[in-house]
């Protein structure tokens, strides 16, 4: 069974600073999701990632991911407060579905 | 191209109590699943079809869980005797179709809320 962890699950950001947030999983892919989702609505694909060394960048999101270590990286630059919500990646498991991460919480405080 | 949409957005309900909820997906899209997001937790699949066929259910889809498609296009998934432990956002996504087992984005509808008294 495909296991993601994502790591911290809770990040309190200061405006203007930088952070990153992880993205683990347990078996082999190469096909991964960052979703966004603000309090009480649904999710908003962020970035897909297709292969090893993707890096995609939108905004002050840049996400980018290694196969060979199984790991992603969601990395924030001068964190404003609009950017607080919850941020989850997501990874394609071969078997037509999704296997998510817990998600990991922003709070960005001035 | 109005997204994925779902109805009811929210809908309380009585223990033992039978409900379904409908989603109409990205009208060009082939595949529509169904996710469960619990508080504090990732969605965690349910159903998924291809077209009409549903394909594959999760063990977290008991007895009192069913879904349909017919005619491949909108989908309901129904709960039968609901439980406390039913209450969560129920999310429709969809998505086009890719080869060999993989999925391409999938977008996901506003969900809908149950929760269950």
């Known amino acids: 069974e495909l296991k993601v962890e994502q790591n911290p699950l809770f990040l309190s950001m200061q405006e203007g600073k930088n952070y990153t947030i992880y993205c683990n999983y347990s078996?082999?892919?190469?096909?991964l999701y960052w979703y966004r989702q603000d309090p009480g609505k649904s999710l908003e694909s962020l970035f897909v990632?297709?292969?090893?060394?993707a890096v995609k960048q939108e905004g002050r999101l840049m996400a980018s991911l290694d196969t060979k270590a199984r790991l992603s990286t969601l990395h924030i630059t001068a964190a404003v407060h609009d950017l607080s919500a919850t941020y989850f990646c997501?990874?394609?498991?071969?078997?037509?579905?999704?296997?998510f991460g817990a998600g990991t919480t922003v709070t960005v405080r001035a | 191209d109005t997204g994925v949409s779902q109805d009811p957005r929210h809908k309380i309900t009585k223990r033992g109590q039978n409900v379904t909820f409908r989603c109409d997906p990205i009208?060009?899209?082939?595949?529509l699943y169904w996710y469960r997001q619990t508080l504090g937790q990732g969605p965690e699949f349910l159903t998924y079809?291809?077209?009409?066929?549903?394909?594959?259910k999760s063990r977290l889809l008991s007895d009192r869980f069913s879904a349909e498609r017919p005619k491949g296009s909108f989908s309901t998934l129904e709960i039968q005797r609901t439980e406390q432990g039913d209450s969560a956002m129920y999310l429709c996504?969809?998505?086009?179709?890719?080869?060999?087992?993989?999925?391409?984005?999938?977008?996901f509808g506003p969900g809908t809320r149950l929760t269950v008294l």
């Open positions: 996504a969809s998505s086009d179709d890719l080869s060999g087992g993989r999925t391409d984005t999938q977008y």
């Open positions: 078996t082999t892919s190469d096909r």
């Open positions: 990632l297709l292969s090893n060394g």
């Open positions: 997501a990874v394609d498991g071969y078997d037509y579905k999704l296997s």
């Open positions: 009208s060009e899209h082939n595949r």
């Open positions: 079809f291809q077209n009409e066929a549903q394909l594959e």
